[in-house]
């Protein structure tokens, strides 16, 4: 239960919201968004977030959020979560209104061999992490490789869907895959994000149950990796897209 705070809010994250030692990446990059959204105050549609992953968070948080500009059309506001030890994560959001413009491009076509949610393998893995176990339902969305690749690609779906904000919610899922490089790395290798940025396709992002989500490393050198992400819903509109930045440690 969040405790309301002036500038944000307080909470203790709950175990089943782990990731390792730390808070699932996506719980707490939501939990970012939720204070900078009850700080800003009627706020236009989330369009884009950088999050840094600083350090571990668990146990007691504040969520704290502060508005660093209102414009015309765009509305940008800082957020920090902070616990025991400091500073964990710090976020810059970018929300604005939908603007009338001519240009229109969409380079964001879903996988070719893509299968299906309704006929997608579940997930089953009694080591996942506690937040994938207890919060999401998870399905295989392409085929077995023949080769191994760096590259992920899941169904995925919060079950408390009901009760989120649609852009809480995709915030929420968008992280909620492995390092694309993982199929490649050695078991039990450990990893860490440290950093990333989204942007959102859409003010209104929707979807039938599902969200389809892929993360693709494309360079891996001294113990960092860099990947490109992309979430669709199930009609396959583009819903986001991002970069992670991500700490090999094997």
């Given amino acids: 239960i969040a405790e309301p705070l002036p500038d944000g809010l307080a909470l203790s994250i709950p175990p089943d919201w782990h990731q390792g030692r730390t808070a699932y990446g996506g719980f707490s990059s939501a939990l970012a968004l939720i204070a900078a959204m009850r700080v800003g105050g009627g706020l236009p549609p989330l369009r884009s977030a950088q999050i840094s992953m600083i350090a571990p968070l668990s146990g007691p ?78 399905r295989f969305a392409l085929p077995r490789f023949a080769e191994k690749r760096p590259e992920m690609c899941w169904w995925a779906r919060t079950r408390e869907r009901e009760r989120l904000d649609p852009m809480v919610e995709l915030l929420l899922t968008a992280d909620a895959l492995p390092p694309g490089v993982m199929p490649l790395l050695k078991p039990g290798v450990p990893v860490s994000t440290m ?36 979430i669709w819903n199930t009609a396959g509109e583009p819903m986001l897209t991002g970069m992670q930045s991500i700490a090999l440690f094997g």
Avoid: K
């Fill in 61 to 138: 948080v504040e969520a704290r959020a502060r508005v660093l500009r209102r414009g015309r059309n765009a509305t940008w506001v800082s957020a920090e979560i902070a616990g025991e030890g400091g500073i964990g994560l710090a976020a810059s959001f970018v929300f604005m209104a939908p603007i009338e413009s001519t240009l229109q491009i969409d380079d964001r076509t879903s996988p070719a061999d893509l299968i299906g949610a309704d006929d997608a393998r579940p997930f089953a893995n009694p080591q996942a992490p506690a937040f994938l176990q207890h919060h999401f339902d998870v």
């Fill in 195 to 230: 950093q990333w940025q989204v942007n959102l396709l859409t003010p209104t992002p929707a979807t039938d149950d599902w969200w389809l989500l892929r993360s693709a490393g494309d360079y891996a050198q001294d113990g960092c990796s860099s990947q490109t992400m992309a």
